[in-house]
Each structure stands twice: as structure tokens, then as C-alpha cells.
């Protein structure tokens, strides 16, 4: 350190030298200005001249690293500690900045933002809210040290500090060959999402029955903080897709985002950012203390917390049926399929994807989807390419939807413009209270709306031939395919197969074979949705809901089968059925994303939920009386699963 101190206090004295020799020595100032480096790059005088300086302040960054996750027994902490003290003193005393490049081409290395959000990080294990900050030089992940919550509006008071900075020339989106393994990712269970959104909806429901009233702006504050905090809470458990930065020495970095819409664009953003970017920066402490007071400047990042306070009738919950319809402005012919995302709040993740088309100009897909949602404002199309068997991206768009008002059991038109095509999209809205439907249908030898027993008593089958043929067809084509039971199936070939069905056609067998595997899915989802009683029966769902409230696991272990027992047999067998099914569906669950809570979340208000009474639907407490119920039937058929059988 001792040398530095030296050469530190030589440094200002050189650069005035080296100044009068550029303004009086043409030859000396050109080659000043130019000299090629080893690796082909090019680079000043002046910043060779700070090198040694700029290696003082990432060592100190380094050890400060290190400092933090060594033990404090460790027998080199007291060195290390005593070493980071000595850099960082003398950097304090250093007064003089880096060298701004001198080359003709210094205002296209101007630092600028290019991109930012409130990100996850997955690190040591745990999940932790970051802002990202990519520039064109260097990409910064920073924490806020405030104990206030990051999307408050009003106290914009936060201060940020700097947990790790890469410059663009040091970074990879593919791994090294010396970088570290990929992390081991928790993911957050469905179960855990849904009852945020229950604690959201009665937030909601509160400020509805409070408006109007005397202490209503009091209130209002309260609410609004209280949505906040669920806010932030919302963007650290929804991210379960990884997004991995690799840097040169090793290191791997893992983000989650909410999507793939998310993870492209931050793929397009960092590798245009690197193409352009020549120079690697150097990064003083104090280069970086003015980087994070621009962040303080710069708080809305994520619109997330809008959404959660603007009122329900902007947003859709229920059934949103989605016809895809074609796609336009191809300049020769592509083989293309598309993928939808909507939102739940603010949070995105993939409901539905298409068939790819033969190579065409115009690709016509006309597939219609059922989209179950919660809370939605819009949808995201992602346009895959098939190029030898394989999707690659090729385009990608969003739009926003109408007012739940707006779209109300009518269909509205609409043109997703992306950067290379457009594609004409349609939506039509059905309220949640609408969407469970248990109506005994008037056709006795139909399959759909038709009582199971009665069905099973006339196949002469232990359950209905339907719910074998469905769980044949899964276990043989879809038990690796991501998102089964999750990912809405095209409506109409989902309507084709019931119809095949209620008439009896002797080739449904081969029919369902030719169908796309998740309409074969959402066929079964949609026969048991349409049973004029739940699987579980009217009677034993209450007694379930109770028994699910027992503290003694032993208890109410034992008072669960009992109560599956009381089943009646055709019921019983069909219960069995599926959950031996659903067990060899999440066994694949590194392929298919489905484990057993995810897969009961699907299924718990398929087999266990009662139709919603006409008066209910007018209830304004529904929505929270709905959500619990939601939950009572998820928690039941999760429990079933992993304790009893």
C-alpha cells in the first residue's frame, strides 16, 4: 500500500505533464490517444496511467466480499479485515477521478441506462429483492438499505448500496467452462401464491365496503399500506423462471422473473448492450456512490403496485376466452406458433400456446382458448419460429385489455403489434360466478352434466370411460409436457372431443390420439367441472373442510380416509383413479413443472367444489367467501395426497 500512496501522490503531478505535452506535442496526442492494448482493444494514456489505481478499489471490493462471508474465527479475517481498512482509507484520501476516455468516439461511451427493474436474486439459498440497472457499460444489482417497503411512493428516502457490478465486456449470457454450477432453485408453491391473492381480495373487498364512510380516508392509508406490503411480497414469491448471468472468473449470478416475456427481453437488452459495448470501465467507489444516488432518482421501475390499488372493475377474473386468430406483415414464409402470457396482478406467467403452422405469409391459427384469470389487464404474445423441430424466438407483443365492463360476454377484437409482424387476436369475458357450472343435463345417455354413478352404471366400467381414456392418453404422450393441466388446451378441440363423447363416436379413441395433448387435458378438467355434484360429493364437502381444520395429525389422518370411504363406490374408484394419476404426473415434475401442490391447486376446485348459488353471486362478500372456499378445496386435495394415500 505503501507504493500506491506513492504513485497516488506522483498521479495528479503525471497528468498535468501529460496534458501539456498533448496540447504541445501533435505526434505525442495522437499516439496518446490510440494505443492498442494485447487484446485488441485500444485505450488512453490516462487510463493506463489510473490502472494501478482502479486495481486498489476492485481489490477492496473483493476483500470486502470476502469480509462478508468469512467467519470472523477464521484465521485470515483479522488480516483481511485490517488489509480492507488500509484500502479504503486511502481511497477516502484520493480526491482526483477516474479519466474519461479521450477517443473521438467519447459520446457514445457517455454512461446511460438502458434498462431497470425490481428483480429476485436467488442467493445462498434465498430469495432477495434487487434493483437491476443495466447501462451500456455495466450492469449493477442493488439492495435498498431503508427498512421502508421498496414501492412506496411517498418516502422516497431509500438509500442504495451496490451488492455486485459487472462491466458487459466480463459477462456472459452462456456458461464458461471454469463457471460455477447453476443453482438448485426453490420454487414457490401455487398454494402459497393463492393466498396472497386472498389476502388481496380481502383487502380489496374492505376498502369497497368502507368507501363512502366517515373515517373512509383513514382508512383508504391503511389499506393502501397493507397492499403495498402484498405487493412486494407478490414480486419475491411469483419468479420461478432463472435467468443466468456468467462472469469470466466463474462466478454465476441466478435472477428469477415471472415469466419468458421477462427473460427475453432482458436477453435482447444485455446482448445489444454488449455488441455495442467496446471499453470496459473502470469503476471507482466513487463512480459507483453516483450510480446508486441516480437510482434514489429513479424509483418507478415496476408498475406492479398500481395494479394492485386500482380498482376490480379494471381488472378480469374469471373465464377469458382468447381466439388467436392469424398473424400478418411476414416477408417470406415462416412456421410459426405463439404463446400466451396474462397476468395475475401484475405477475405474468404462460396460459396457453398454439400449434405451429405449415411454412406461410399469413399463418392462420383460429385456436380458441379458456383462460382462467385473476385479476388481468393484459396479455402477452411470444411468436416462436420452428426451425428443424426446435422454437426459437422470433417476435413478441403485448396488449392491454378493456375493462372487465367493456368485455362482458361479448367479443372484442385486437392487433398485437410486435416488431417484425402483427397478429389479430380476439377476447371475450365470462364473470368467475359464471364459471363453475353444476347443471344436471337434460340428454340422460350423455356423458357430459350427467350424474357418475349413472354414467358408470351404463358403460359397466368402475369409473366413466372418459376419465380412463383421458388418463391413458396423458400418461402416454403428456407426462413430460411442461405445464399439463396447467396450460389451457385449445377450446375447440376440446368442445370437438365432448361432442365425439356425448354422441358416442365409436373413433373417440383415435380422435383424442390426434389431438393436442393439453386439450386431452383440459377435456378431463372440464367432464369433472361439469358433473351435476362435485366428485366429493355436496354432503362430504362440508365435513372435509371441517376435518381439514384438526390439529391432531393422527386425528384427522384418520377422519380424512374415513370420510373418502363414505364415498360412493363408482366415486370412490374414480377418486382412487386420479390420485394414482396425479402422483405419476408430479414424479415428472422436473420436466412437466408439476408437483403435487401444483397439481392439486389445478384440480382442488374441479372435484371438490360446489356450483355458486344465484344469490351468492350477487353477494359483495363473495369474492372473499370464494377465495377461502378456494383454499379449503386446494388444502383438501393436497393433504389427501401427501398424508392419507
Known sequence: MYLHEEYASNYPRSISVLERCRREIPQFNKIATNIKMPTGETATLESLLYGPLARVTKMTLVINDLLKHTPEVHTDYQVMKMLHSHSNEFLQ??????????????????????????????????????????????????????????????????????????????????????????????????????????????????????????????????????????????VMASPNLPFHLYHQHGKTYTLLMSSDYERIEWNEAISRAKRECTFTPSLTSFHLEKIMAKCKRSRKVNAIGSFLLKDDEESVSGILKVIVKKATGLKEPKSLCCAIEV????????????????????????????????????????????????SEFYDRGFTTLPKAKQMKDKSEDFVVKMEKIEITISAKYTCATKTLKRVQSRKKLGVFGVRLQQVVAREQFEIPHIVSLCIQEVEERGLEETGIYRISGSSGDVTKLKNAFENHHRSCE????????????????????????????????????????????????????????????????????????????????????????????????????????????????????????????????????????
Open 93 to 234: 484520501k484520493q480526491t482526483f477521478e477516474a479519466p474519461r476516455e479521450r477517443t473521438k468516439s467519447f459520446k457514445s461511451r457517455k454512461r446511460y441506462l438502458l434498462k431497470e427493474s425490481y428483480l429476485v436474486e436467488w442467493n445462498d439459498g434465498e430469495r432477495r429483492l434487487r434493483h437491476v440497472l443495466l447501462w451500456n457499460d455495466v450492469i449493477i444489482c442493488a439492495a435498498e438499505k431503508s427498512t421502508r417497503t421498496v414501492f412506496n411512493q411517498e418516502k422516497q428516502k431509500g438509500q442504495y448500496e451496490c451488492k455486485w457490478c459487472i462491466p458487459l465486456t466480463e459477462i456472459s449470457l452462456s456458461a464458461f467452462d471454469q463457471s460455477e454450477g447453476e443453482p438448485q432453485v426453490k420454487l414457490t408453491g401455487a398454494e402459497d401464491l393463492r393466498k396472497l391473492k386472498k389476502e388481496i381480495s380481502m383487502i380489496k373487498t374492505q376498502v369497497r365496503r368502507t368507501s363512502g364512510q366517515r373515517n373512509f380516508k383513514k382508512n383508504a392509508n391503511k389499506h393502501k399500506k397493507a397492499l403495498q406490503e402484498l405487493e412486494a411480497h407478490m
Open 510 to 645: 383415435s380422435i383424442m390420439k390426434q389431438t393436442d395433448i393439453h386439450a386431452v387435458a383440459g377435456l378431463m378438467k372440464l367432464y369433472f367441472r361439469e358433473l351435476p355434484e362435485p366428485l366429493f360429493t355436496n354432503i362430504l364437502y362440508t365435513k372435509l373442510v371441517d376435518a381439514l381444520t384438526l390439529t391432531d395429525q393422527e386425528t384427522k389422518s384418520s377422519t380424512m380416509r374415513s370420510l373418502v370411504d363414505k364415498l360412493p363406490e363408482a366415486n370412490r374408484s374414480t377418486v382412487f383413479a386420479i390420485f394414482n394419476h396425479i402422483k405419476r404426473v408430479s414424479e415428472k415434475q422436473s420436466s412437466n413443472k408439476m408437483s403435487l401442490q401444483n397439481m392439486a391447486t389445478v384440480f382442488g376446485p374441479t372435484l371438490l367444489g360446489p356450483a355458486l348459488s344465484k344469490s351468492a353471486s350477487n353477494d359483495p362478500l363473495q369474492s372473499i367467501v370464494g377465495m377461502s372456499d378456494v383454499m379449503s378445496q386446494v388444502g383438501i386435495l393436497s393433504y389427501l395426497l401427501e398424508h392419507c394415500y
Open 343 to 390: 397476468d395475475s396482478y401484475g405477475m405474468y406467467s404462460l396460459m396457453a400456446r398454439t400449434s405451429p403452422m405449415e411454412a406461410s405469409l399469413e399463418p392462420e391459427w383460429e385456436k380458441d382458448f379458456d383462460l382462467e384469470v385473476d385479476g388481468a389487464r393484459s396479455i402477452r404474445i411470444i411468436c416462436y419460429e420452428i426451425i428443424n423441430g426446435k
